[in-house]
């Protein structure tokens, strides 16, 4: 009886397999999802940069950030995107942001492929590497706007009010001190301790990297006071997704 059963069930399994194998090849895979004509593959042309003003393109970011708040992110469709985009590249903007994993800046303005050129270090500091990209970025790539974006809670602010010392670290820090000299007359602990301290050292970090770009680029001093282009500063709240323009 058992050898019997055992024939019944292996014989039931090659049936199935044999009718599957008669079935038409399109139900026995998984259709391939056709793109999504409702994703947004669009990619900024050289015209459209041509006709952006600074104050547009500003304008434009805040509305993204307000989307991002709000949950309510375009949805791209990047392989097209990617596409369109091989041949050349016209951004609106570049941003100089900290390299913290929570502040990515392609979603909390709502941007995609082409849009932005994002310089990414610890304490959104400056030096003549990123100074040589933004020039790069405004003056042979069109870009209209420079954000040096900061944010509340800067591990590397932090790191800086600590003294921190430790391989190439301690030089990385040694940029961020001018934003604690600049916070000197604080009224209060100034320690990592004190939110308000902290916050008000981030603030200033932003306001020294600005400081720098138009004290150590004269090629980016010139387009902003031409108006070709316009520097801001910009610290973003962890907590809220909130960006704050320090214009």
Do not use: W
């Not at 100074?131 to 900061?150: D, H, N, R, T």
């Amino acid at each position: 009886m058992k050898h019997l059963i055992l024939f019944t069930l292996f014989s039931g399994a090659l049936l199935l397999s044999s009718c599957n194998c008669n079935k038409p090849e399109t139900q026995q895979r998984s259709a391939t999802p056709e793109p999504d004509s409702a994703l947004a593959a669009h990619v900024i042309t050289a015209a459209e940069q041509a006709a952006l003003t600074p104050g547009k393109v500003l304008i434009a970011f805040k509305e993204g950030n307000k989307r991002f708040i709000a949950n309510r992110l375009t949805h791209y469709n990047f392989p097209d995107q990617v596409r369109k985009s091989a041949d050349g590249q016209y951004p609106e903007a570049v941003i100089l942001s900290c390299m913290d994993s929570r502040v990515p800046p392609e979603y909390i303005f709502d941007k995609s492929i082409g849009d932005l050129f994002v310089i990414r270090v610890a304490g959104n500091i400056i030096d003549k590497d990123i100074l040589g990209s933004m020039e790069y970025a405004c003056k042979e790539s069109g870009a209209k706007l420079i954000i040096v974006m900061g944010h509340h809670h800067c591990g590397a602010v932090k790191a800086a009010i600590n003294n921190v010392k430790l391989g190439n670290i301690t030089g990385l820090l040694q940029k961020i001190k001018p934003a604690l000299d600049r916070s000197s007359n604080f009224d209060g602990d100034k320690s990592v301790k004190n939110d308000r301290y902290l916050d008000e050292v981030c603030l200033n970090n932003v306001m020294v990297s600005i400081n720098q770009i138009k004290a150590q680029s004269p090629i980016l001093k010139e387009m902003a006071l031409k108006g070709e282009i316009k520097i801001v500063g910009a610290l973003y709240e962890l907590k809220t997704g909130v960006v704050m323009f320090l214009e």
